[in-house]
């Protein structure tokens, strides 16, 4: 009797093992997913830098009233490379740093974005 206790009780602690080991591993994959941004990719203003303020409703403050620099499409570029805001290389660039690194602005994009606005400073913050 006390040895069928004895193994029920190793089955049981082997079970929590096993449910720890994999509630660990599960939980690795979804809080590291890989950002799929490719620095070799060519990254343009138009298409990708300038949709991110678009989307990331950047353009609620930055609309050439209240807050520099203004990022309304058809402004944005003007403002941003005059105001000196994307000046290479995109990580010492004021533009990703306040993205960043300012509390209030980390939420609104994803990492994935960050990384398409550091890449498109690194590759000369052109406006293609
Ligand atoms: C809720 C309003 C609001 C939104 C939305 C917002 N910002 Fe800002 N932003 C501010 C304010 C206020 C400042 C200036 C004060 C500060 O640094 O916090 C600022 C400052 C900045 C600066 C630095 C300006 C300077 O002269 O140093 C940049 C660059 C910037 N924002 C970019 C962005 C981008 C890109 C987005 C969208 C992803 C965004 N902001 C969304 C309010 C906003």
């Not at 300038?50 to 050439?64: E, P």
């Not at 402004?75 to 000196?84: C, F, I, P, R, W």
């Amino acid at each position: 009797m006390n040895q069928k206790l004895k193994r029920i009780k190793q089955i049981f602690v082997a079970l929590i093992l096993i449910a720890t080991v994999e509630g660990f591993s599960s939980c690795e994959k979804d809080s590291y997913p890989p950002p799929a941004v490719d620095p070799n990719q060519t990254w343009h203003f138009q298409a990708d830098i300038q949709l991110i303020f678009i989307n990331s409703k950047c353009v609620t403050c930055h609309n050439g009233v209240t807050q520099f620099p203004d990022l309304r499409s058809g402004k944005s570029y003007a403002s941003l490379s005059s105001g000196g805001y994307i000046t290479p290389p995109g990580e010492t660039s004021i533009l990703y740093h306040q993205i960043t690194t300012n509390s209030a602005h980390i939420p609104r994009t994803t990492d994935a974005q960050k990384l398409e606005i550091r890449y498109w400073i690194n590759q000369g913050a052109h406006n293609n």
